[in-house]
């Protein structure tokens, strides 16, 4: 979100110019000029800070001064400089620009909304708290109080429809969004944001009596500048009539639900409701998960004139069970699948996963089922696994390692293809006394997606982290992401990666802690002469903890563990949830459990 100046005036740009941090960041940008040094942290050398303090008529503080970060009012001018587009830092020099001595109405009023609107944390990290301060103020006829701004702050808009974040259905797209739950909280968070309205001229204020607050109570109004800045952010910020689906979403999923709604409505306006939701539709299908529930919440909004668009996808299993709730709220006889609540289960713990730790994830779920019994524990955990979700096996599985609920999964078969068999050999590069390696035999028409189950089963890790397989011309297949560039790894097969005993190709997984895996085809094994299906046949050596480093980690861990002197040892055992370093036994290997696994996929 990049806001331009919605109004130019001469009288709007003559309060920008007025205001306080806008005149010190010009001054600044003047006293440095053409150029001046840079330390290596990028800020101004302390010598040279010092004089701009002086030419700024900022007080230096007490003693020598080692470094520009230590005076806060020449940072802030510094910072304010760099978002109005006065000063360029590159590298060990900084410069001013042309902006400086350009006086023209818009050139001002757009450095002053850059540097404006970075209060707002604009264009990057937009603050809710602070937009709906905006919103609030700008959509008020007359002042409004501190206590009112704090109540608008501390909670997401409430909907009539709005599902809750914890029963797997549709989310408000207010749930993915920070709210403060505490009032004193929401007051210091409103108050921060008006101050900053009032440095930049954006507001004034008095004391009055507010409807929910008491006499005294400071009053706050947006000026002529501030209604500038609203515009710009909420209208001028708007995707334009002909912009996809994914441009809309990514605005929707920056900003609160009613803020989203009002700079969303000339996109909608632009296309009837159904197909406004058929485009929403499309994109969220092979959406990520948060994505694609902030598209569903949007298109969910949509009048019922939509409904031939959700009738559409009515009949499709997983992604259709958010057009068999719409059309049912609308009071239509659709039939659902029974998968569905639990494939939105699924959904919204793959939305909650993308804003909190992976690790914390599975711990919610587990303490929402720590008030059933063991067998009800575990009919979710099979319903959740059998649901179809592509993230349902890796959250069952992380669930139950988290917990030690013991899950009965009845994970959706695979179609195992006929044909030649390849009996493959994965060892763990790094990892040795004892090494890791694991014999399988799988079917050669395997696609890729698959063969990462099989390695994430058979090798013992959780699945949680993203992962890729890299062949030896170079080709990378993963899950597809515009960021990473992976080929499909669904739409490969294993055959067409490994033909003849000896070839190899790469698999690595967690690019954090970068496990990485050789996969070396050792026979092929005609039709007839091999069972068909998934099997270990072989292997050594226990997986090693999820998060530990890598193989290095990993190494540093036993010698750590092996040691109880070692500084770390206590730390260590308490890290794995172990009493005494004796639990501990990389050499552990059970064929059997690791066969256990993979049957969950056939």
């Known amino acids: 979100?990049?806001?331009?100046?919605?109004?130019?005036?001469?009288?709007?740009a003559e309060a920008a110019l007025s205001c306080v941090p806008v005149t010190r960041a010009r001054k600044l940008a003047e006293w440095i000029g053409a150029s001046r040094q840079l330390t290596s942290s990028g800020v101004l050398k302390p010598a040279l800070a010092v004089d701009a303090c002086r030419a700024l008529g900022i007080e230096l503080p007490p003693g020598r001064l080692r470094s520009a970060l230590d005076v806060d009012d020449l940072m802030q001018a510094w910072e304010v400089a760099c978002f109005a587009g006065y000063i360029v830092p590159n590298g060990s020099r900084v410069r001013a620009t042309r902006r400086v001595a350009d006086m023209s109405p818009e050139t001002v009023l757009r450095s002053w909304l850059g540097a404006a609107s970075s209060e707002l944390g604009l264009p990057d990290e937009p603050c809710t708290g602070c937009l709906i301060v905006l919103h609030e103020l700008n959509a008020a006829d007359?002042?409004?109080?501190?206590?009112?701004?704090?109540?608008?702050?501390q909670e997401p808009p409430q909907d009539e429809d709005e599902l809750c974040p914890d029963c797997g259905e549709v989310h408000d797209p207010s749930a993915l969004f920070d709210y403060d739950n505490d009032l004193d909280e929401s007051l210091?968070?409103?108050?921060?944001?008006?101050?900053?309205?009032?440095?930049?001229?954006?507001?004034?204020?008095h004391e009055g009596t507010s409807a929910s607050g008491g006499p005294g109570e400071a009053m706050i109004r947006l000026t002529p500048l501030g209604r500038m800045l609203a515009d710009s952010i909420f209208t001028g910020c708007a995707p334009p009539e002909d912009a996809d689906a994914a441009a809309l979403v990514d605005l929707l999923g920056m900003v609160p639900q009613k803020i989203g709604a009002q700079m969303a409505a000339p996109w909608l306006a632009a296309r009837s409701p159904a197909e406004a939701v058929r485009e929403l539709l499309a994109y969220a299908e092979a959406a990520d998960p948060r994505q694609r529930i902030i598209a569903m919440a949007f298109a969910m909004s949509i009048t019922p004139a939509a409904a031939p668009a959700w009738r559409e996808w009515a009949d499709r299993p997983g992604f259709g069970a958010y057009a068999r709730m719409w059309l049912a709220e609308q009071g239509e006889e659709v039939a659902g699948f029974p998968s569905d609540q639990a494939w939105l289960t699924v959904e919204a713990l793959s939305a909650a996963n993308s804003t909190i730790s992976?690790?914390?994830?599975?711990?919610?779920l587990g303490a929402a089922l720590a008030n059933a019994d063991a067998g009800e524990a575990a009919e979710t955990l099979s319903l959740m696994s059998g649901s179809g979700h592509p993230d349902a096996l890796r959250f069952v599985e992380s669930v139950s390692a988290a917990t030690g609920i013991p899950a009965i999964r009845q994970a959706r078969p695979i179609e195992i293809p006929a044909g030649n068999v390849y009996q493959l050999k994965i060892k763990l590069r790094g990892v040795s006394k004892p090494p890791v390696w694991r014999r399988v035999t799988v079917p050669a028409d395997l696609?890729?997606?698959?063969?990462?189950?099989?390695?994430?089963?058979?090798?013992?890790?959780?699945?949680?982290?993203?992962?890729?397989?890299?062949?030896?011309?170079?080709?990378?297949?993963g899950l597809p992401d515009a960021e990473l560039g992976f080929a499909d790894e669904r739409g490969a097969r294993l055959g067409d990666v490994l033909a003849e005993p000896g070839d190899t190709m790469r698999y690595t997984y967690d690019f954090g802690d970068d496990w990485e895996h050789d996969i070396e085809l050792e026979k092929v094994l005609p039709a007839g002469q091999a069972a068909v299906g998934l099997s270990c046949l072989a292997g050594k050596g226990a997986c090693p903890p999820e998060d530990c480093g890598g193989a290095w980690g990993y190494s540093e861990l036993k010698e750590v563990l092996a040691d109880p002197e070692a500084k770390e040892h206590q730390d260590a055992l308490e890290w794995l949830g172990l009493d005494t370093a004796a639990e501990f036994r990389p050499a552990q290997f059970h064929l059997d459990q690791i066969n256990a696994r993979l049957s969950y996929l056939t």
């Open 1 to 12: 979100m990049i806001p331009q100046p919605s109004a130019v005036t001469p009288e709007l």
């Open 142 to 153: 007359g002042a409004l109080g501190l206590t009112r701004l704090a109540e608008a702050v």
């Open 188 to 205: 210091e968070h409103a108050q921060g944001a008006v101050t900053s309205l009032l440095v930049y001229g954006a507001a004034v204020a």
């Open 358 to 364: 992976s690790e914390l994830t599975p711990l919610v």
């Open 447 to 477: 696609t890729l997606d698959v063969l990462h189950e099989v390695i994430v089963r058979a090798v013992g890790w959780d699945g949680a982290h993203l992962h890729v397989f890299t062949t030896l011309w170079g080709a990378d297949y």
